[in-house]
């Protein structure tokens, strides 16, 4: 079921809610295994060059067979460049640096419409969505989205406090979110990284060994909450 809210101010900010089957994509692979089984949680994506993205992975396998599966998938994937590098977790949780052409890429539509990815989850053939950006560029991406993927639900909204995570919010200290959001916007996490620890430390009128010390404790927190605890 495709919702839209109307009537809202073009430069609202808004947060976009999606479904969809990505149909010549890889994901659809995984409709053949239910969420116990197997479930990908992207950490993070963005875009490399003009034809390339990249997207960092957490995967939660029930048994091995499964996340080699997942492996081959990509392995075959006409879209799928590398896998850059692969780290076991534990026997159920798996970390995958994947690049990627960008030719039916959501992350490239979202990086031309200026909005940014909150949450990502490819389960049971499904790619599950949460972007945030200003009520008009959303318009534009659902568009963009519609030409690319089958859209099963679709909803965009105003940005309530409540879209976002207050557990986790409160679980930082001040400083920890502060190094944090500085070293997000600054590109420290981009492929390649836009800027130094130093730069950051710069930036915040810190050392750089307290800077290092914040980010991660933040980044501690933040798997801890978002990957572990979740499941």
């Known amino acids: 079921m495709v919702q839209r809210k109307e009537m809202m101010p073009k430069n609202e900010l808004s947060t976009l809610t999606l479904e969809i089957i990505h149909d010549q994509d890889w994901t659809t692979s ?58 076991s977790l534990s ?14 890429s959501i992350v490239k539509r979202c990086f031309q419409t200026n909005s940014v990815v909150l ?62 959001i500085t070293a997000y916007h600054m590109g420290y996490f981009d492929y390649p990284r836009k800027c130094s620890l130093k730069e950051i430390a710069e930036q915040l009128s810190i050392s750089k060994a307290t800077a290092n010390e914040y980010l991660h404790k933040a980044i501690y927190k933040l798997l801890r909450k978002k990957i572990i605890n979740n499941n």
């Open 30 to 87: 995984l409709k053949t295994f239910n969420k116990d089984e197997l479930r990908i949680t992207s950490l993070q994506s963005g875009v490399v060059s003009a034809d390339e993205d990249f997207e960092v992975i957490i995967v939660k396998a029930s048994r091995e067979k499964y996340y080699k599966f997942l492996l081959e998938i990509l392995k075959t994937s006409p879209l799928i460049l590398n896998v850059d590098y692969k780290f």
């Open 119 to 180: 949450e990502l989850d490819y389960v049971e053939g499904l790619e599950k969505w949460k972007i945030l950006g200003i009520r008009e560029n959303l318009d534009q991406l659902a568009r963009l989205i519609r030409g690319l993927a089958t859209v099963k639900r679709l909803r965009i909204e105003p940005l309530r406090f409540e879209h976002l995570d207050r557990g986790l919010m409160i679980d930082f200290s001040q400083r920890e979110l502060q190094s944090l």
């Open 91 to 104: 026997p159920k949780y798996h970390l995958l640096y994947i690049r990627a052409r960008s030719d039916i």
